[in-house]
């Protein structure tokens, strides 16, 4: 029966969209940045009263999207690698060793973050810490992924 679909051509070759998530994070952190430079120049303004709180106002949009986005890119990094180690012949990943290193921006969350409960710390700190790291590695996982395997097409 799947030969017979094969050959009407329905069998449509499964794709990863997980290097959305991996692409979100530098995507994400350009955005941060353009939002940290526009606060900046408004806080200059003397009609905007929120002084040196820049990066506190910056993360009342973006904290709860760079906290997901710290916490799921190990797992997105695994996914993707998975998909691209069994589907391309040209670049083998090991899922595992990518995740791993894709794993310290959620480390530094949770290990700055858990303190920061107790010792009066802003939670923008783990935060923006852990979401930070993750951004090199991420390009750096897009760049390859590009090189050796191509752009993916979009899912639509």
Do not use: C
Request: charged share 15%; hydrophobic share 50%.
């Amino acid at each position: 029966m799947s030969s017979e679909r094969a050959s009407r051509g329905r069998v449509k070759r499964r794709q990863s969209h997980h290097w959305y998530w991996v692409a979100a994070i530098p995507a994400a952190f350009l955005l941060w940045l353009a939002t940290l430079a526009w606060l900046a120049l408004a806080s200059s303004w003397e009609a905007f009263g929120f002084g040196t709180n820049v990066v506190e106002l910056s993360l009342i949009a973006l904290g709860i999207p760079f906290a997901f986005l710290t916490a799921y890119f190990p797992l997105a990094v695994y996914r993707d690698a998975d998909y691209v180690n069994r589907t391309s012949g040209k670049w083998a990943p090991n899922p595992m060793r990518q995740a791993l290193a894709a794993a310290p921006g959620l480390v530094v969350l949770v290990l700055v973050g858990v303190p920061s409960l107790f010792f009066g710390i802003p939670p923008t700190v783990p935060i923006v810490a852990g979401f930070v790291i993750d951004v090199p590695f991420a390009t750096y996982y897009l760049y390859r992924r590009r090189e050796r395997v191509g752009t993916p097409d979009v899912p639509w």
